[in-house]
Antibody, heavy 117, light 106 residues
Framework: QVQLQESGPGLVKPSETLSLTCTVS????????WSWIRQPPGKGLEWIGY???????DYNSSLRSRVTISVDTSKNQFSLKLSSVTAADTAVYYC???????????WGQGKPVTVSS | DIQMTQSPSSLSASVGDRVTITCRAS??????LNWYQQKPGKAPKLLIY???NLQSGVPSRFRGSGSGADFTLTISSLQPEDFATYYC????????FGPGTKVDIK
């Protein structure tokens, strides 16, 4: 059974960089695409971006200038970095597996992150 | 970027009702359309992929249809566990989610 678990700080100061890691178990990260999605309080889902095990990436155009997603195959993990955060980046952040870059079939439980001083 | 819209944004229904949710893309996306169900405090769950393919373990009362730019999710007989928010998502060009449709109890 594939499982994903987000980890990282739950509180980030404005203008700093949000960093989260997703640990994958039950599957090798050296397959499929792996993605980050977020959901602000009371709002809908927003795709942030995805990475392939080779390291290739693609991002939401509205976040591209601030986002980096990377993969560490030795640890079976992938990571999200979002720079220059503001209160608008407060959200639950989910990691997920993307089947052939198409649909998200396995999700983590979500990591709430608040941006506040 | 491809934009997604859903209608209605919310609806009230009773157990046993037939429910239909519509999703529209800003351009043709073939059948690169997926549907998710999300309950409060939980991660989304994949229901339908490729516009009409039922994900393993999902009850057959859920049906997806459509191609091009217009798509529909139908729940044939609403059950108590189906009260949730439903999102469509396109994968024709990167990924984009629709704004969601909340289904609550009448």
């Amino acid at each position: 059974q594939v499982q994903l678990q987000e980890s990282g700080p739950g509180l980030v100061k404005p203008s700093e960089t949000l960093s989260l890691t997703c640990t994958v178990s039950g599957d090798s990260i050296s397959s499929f695409y792996w993605s980050w999605i977020r959901q602000p309080p009371g709002k809908g889902l927003e795709w942030i971006g995805y990475t392939y095990h080779s390291g290739s990436t693609d991002y939401n155009s509205s976040l591209r200038s601030r986002v980096t997603i990377s993969v560490d195959t030795s640890k079976n993990q992938f990571s999200l970095k979002l720079s220059s955060v503001t209160a608008a980046d407060t959200a639950v952040y989910y990691c997920a597996r993307v089947w052939t870059g198409d649909y998200l079939d396995y999700w983590g439980q979500g990591k709430p992150v608040t941006v506040s001083s | 970027d491809i934009q997604m819209t859903q209608s209605p944004s919310s609806l009230s229904a009773s157990v046993g009702d037939r429910v239909t949710i519509t999703c529209r893309a800003s351009q043709t996306i073939s059948t690169n359309l997926n549907w998710y169900q999300q309950k409060p405090g939980k991660a989304p769950k994949l229901l339908i992929y490729g516009a009409s393919n039922l994900q393993s373990g999902v009850p057959s009362r859920f049906r997806g249809s459509g191609s091009g730019a217009d798509f529909t999710l139908t729940i044939s007989s609403l059950q108590p566990e189906d009260f949730a928010t439903y999102y469509c998502q396109q994968s024709y060009s990167t990924l984009t989610f629709g704004p969601g449709t909340k289904v609550d109890i009448k």
